[in-house]
């Protein structure tokens, strides 16, 4: 059973089964993405967990709000030099390059969740680097589906920044 087979029982919600078109996606990005992020987006399309995380989703076609953020964020680097700072010290991820943010997600709270994206690596073993408002951030060495189940879902898990599985189940709200 697959991370996000077993976040959708967690939730208690029915796969969407999405058709989203991966390879128009990935050429705009300029790099193939996880599959299990696109098995996450197929299945979810777009919505919030338990009032906290917000995965940045495609939703079916060529629309994908993952590309519109990553270039959202490239123009904010370019454009301002305490926007390139602001990422340091890993820098945003460029294709063909040796690693940088890949941002898939992001909190109420403000904390921001990133592939620590590297070209030279297969995107199913890019880990995951969740930071914090003030910029403190974690490294965990796994999918981005099995990091969203472990931090709504699993108690054992040590969570980050605070937030980690409570005694209520975790749900998912589409949005509109």
Not at 15 to 25: F, H, K, Y
Not at 60 to 81: F, H, K, M, P, T
Not at 84 to 89: D, F, I, L
Request: glycine share 10%; with cysteine; hydrophobic share 40%.
């Amino acid at each position: 059973m697959s991370w996000a087979d077993r976040l959708v029982m967690a939730v208690g919600r029915r796969p969407l089964g999405l058709s989203v078109d991966w390879s128009a996606i990935e050429a705009r990005m300029g790099t193939a993405l996880p599959a299990d992020y696109k098995e996450f987006c197929e299945i979810f399309g777009s919505g919030y967990f338990s009032d906290y995380l917000t995965v940045y989703d495609s939703v079916g076609g060529e629309d994908s709000r993952l590309a519109d953020v990553y270039e959202g964020n490239w123009q904010i680097a370019e454009e301002d030099e305490a926007g390139r700072y602001y990422y340091a010290p890993y820098g945003l991820f460029r294709p063909n390059s040796q690693g940088g943010l890949l941002q898939w997600g992001t909190s109420v709270q403000g904390d921001e969740f990133a592939w620590l994206a590297d070209s030279s690596m297969p995107p199913e073993s890019w880990p995951v680097l969740a930071r914090d408002d003030s910029q403190h951030s974690q490294h965990f060495a796994m999918s981005m589906s099995e990091f969203v189940y472990r931090l709504l879902a699993d108690r054992s898990f040590e969570g980050f920044a605070g937030f980690g599985a409570t005694e209520e189940a975790p749900d998912f709200t589409p949005y509109s």
